[in-house]
């Protein structure tokens, strides 16, 4: 039987309370924000798209449920686009796949009613090299479909990174040290695949 985690335990580390008490007296500006955990945070994205207008909002260890928490944060950047890729960390919290789709739905609710257009990135499976990839891949794929679901039906833009960066279900080997972040050449890929995006081309 699983002992459920009291979802204010989530946002309970130095690393949420610190970055997110940074993020909230910043007071940049930008065309694109990316939002998630410390998958998007690793990436130096304003490196990645030099020309673009583009701040890194990831935080190491965040759920659905602390970008909630942090959200005024982000709308105060003012951005045209929000690439979200969140939900590994809620999984591992053993959260269910519902309660992290409802917080996900109001992330994207509240970036729209701030007239931000959301991009879902899909959450990244997590290679063989985690105990219990087969369990953790299972409820990613779940949470995947449930967010492609929901995109489709609200007309939204749903990318699917694993179709790159993934093989068989599983994150490639030769794109990650530990199973579930990702290398340089990772982040190439993700460059690549929302290049287009990002630069308006």
Request: charged share 25%; glycine share 6%; aromatic share 6%.
């Amino acid at each position: 039987m699983k002992i459920e985690i009291p979802d204010e335990t989530l946002i309970d580390t130095p690393a949420w309370r610190e970055r997110s008490s940074h993020f909230s007296l910043l007071q940049a500006k930008a065309k694109i924000v990316m939002i998630g955990d410390s998958i998007t945070n690793n990436a130096e994205w304003s490196e990645l798209f030099p020309k673009v207008s583009i701040v890194n909002r990831g935080i190491p260890g965040d759920t659905t449920y602390g970008v909630l928490r942090r959200m005024d944060s982000i709308l105060s950047l003012k951005p045209k686009l929000a690439f979200i890729m969140l939900g590994i960390n809620d999984i591992y919290a053993d959260r269910p796949v519902d309660r992290i789709l409802n917080d996900y739905i109001a992330i994207i609710e509240r970036l729209q009613e701030s007239n931000i257009s959301p991009v879902i990135q899909s959450t990244l499976f997590v290679s063989k090299k985690q105990p219990r990839h087969q369990v953790i891949n299972r409820e990613v794929q779940k949470l995947n479909d449930s967010l492609e679901g929901y995109a489709t039906e609200h007309k939204l833009l749903f990318i699917n990174l694993n179709q790159s960066l993934s093989d068989d279900h599983r994150l490639r080997k030769e794109l990650t040290s530990d199973g579930i972040h990702i290398n340089g050449e990772g982040y190439q890929i993700w460059k690549c695949k929302i290049s287009g995006y990002v630069t308006g081309r």
